[in-house]
């Protein structure tokens, strides 16, 4: 597939889908250190046995020894050290990794909403969530995949917590080559979005089929902060944005929205443009 054009001039980022959909990345100046920096599991050696205690334990497993043969004694000899307790050995499995969303607080960029990070350290690892749009059309529903994505997940509960998408409109509809409509911009500009951006997920086989709901980005890996979109007939893209969940009801919604066509606005640089029947979001909420 030919891959569509960048955002129109002066639209610096945040395009829809980005990438071959949207504008080139913004200016990354100014941008804090990535968070979280470092893992807060880096441990250091065990302390060491006293004394008193290695001699006990010395005796004791040769007093075993004497009694035991083979394989046998080195499980039991393990009991007996350090004072008759249990020693965890380098065999443990070691505490679990935290999750590394890469979030990246941005300063300076236009458009953008100051909101803060969500909390993406303790962001549920399992399970669906459920992310109700209710708009001047009707109520659209996507299940989203905390399993694969959770961090993406985690940003939607802030964002809706936030309320940062009341009163946004879909800005962008294409219906030629791809068949998406963006949403996600409060500015309505096709670069805004909240304060930080974080990393791609589940992009691994990702493949863009109708009523799969995906992340916008600028262009660059790692790039998501607010901006998605909403696929109503199956279309070729890169495995470049974060598939993060599936519209169960309300893609009539969507059918009719893009049905009634787009103005043209982006033009040939990016495609699409703003709906004619427009799509506004009352209120979103996360469960």
Known sequence: MTRPPAEPPNEPHQASPPGPLGPPAPSEAGQQPPFPPGSPYAQGPRPATNLRGLMIGLISAA????????????????????EGRIVPTSDDPPPPAPLACAATRLQGQPDTRTVGLPDFDGAPRSGTATMRLDTNLGTIVITMDRAKTPCTVASFHHLAEQRFFDGSSCHRLVTEGIFVLQCGDPSGTGRGGPDYRFADENLSGAVYTRGVVAMANTGEPNTNGSQFFIIFRDTELPPAYTPFGTVTTGLDIVDRVAAGGHDNSYGSSAGGGAPNIPITFQSVTVS
């Open 63 to 82: 007093v075993v020894g004497v009694l035991c043969l083979g394989a046998v004694c080195v499980g039991l000899v393990s009991y007996y050290l350090s």
